[in-house]
């Protein structure tokens, strides 16, 4: 079975930061394109960021781009997301996902097919 695992969440005030890890288990990630997408209560679930098997391409939604990082370990077979500056707007759960690679990757849910279970992210006072 070829499995992704999230971790890192957890409760942070405004402000603070939180370091996201997706570990893939019977497969490489190197061949494929990694998302994180996120989905808040009563919301759509939305991008992210992602980042191509290559490591060269990345993506960031509009909301992100200036504050969360996306980069993936070879080594560790495994992709992070760096949050900072976190806000309320920010609280959901986060997931990973992998496609497979293609020659121009994109950011969008119905392109990937392999997901994780999702780790809950709280930022409050």
């Known amino acids: 079975q070829l499995t992704l695992v999230e971790s890192g969440g957890g409760s942070v005030q405004p402000g603070g930061s939180l370091r996201l890890s997706c570990v893939a288990s019977g497969f490489t990630l190197d061949y494929y394109t990694i998302g994180w997408f996120r989905q808040a209560p009563g919301k759509e679930r939305e991008a992210v960021s992602c980042i191509s098997s290559s490591g060269y391409t990345l993506i960031y939604g509009d909301s992100v781009k200036d504050r969360f990082t996306i980069s993936r370990d070879k080594v560790k077979n495994t992709v992070y997301l760096q949050m900072r500056s976190l806000e309320p707007e920010d609280t959901a759960v986060y997931y990973c996902?992998?496609?497979?690679?293609?020659?121009?990757?994109?950011?969008?849910?119905?392109?990937?097919?392999?997901w994780g279970q999702g780790t809950q992210v709280t930022i409050s006072s």
């Open positions: 996902a992998a496609a497979q690679t293609t020659v121009q990757p994109v950011c969008e849910p119905s392109e990937y097919d392999y």
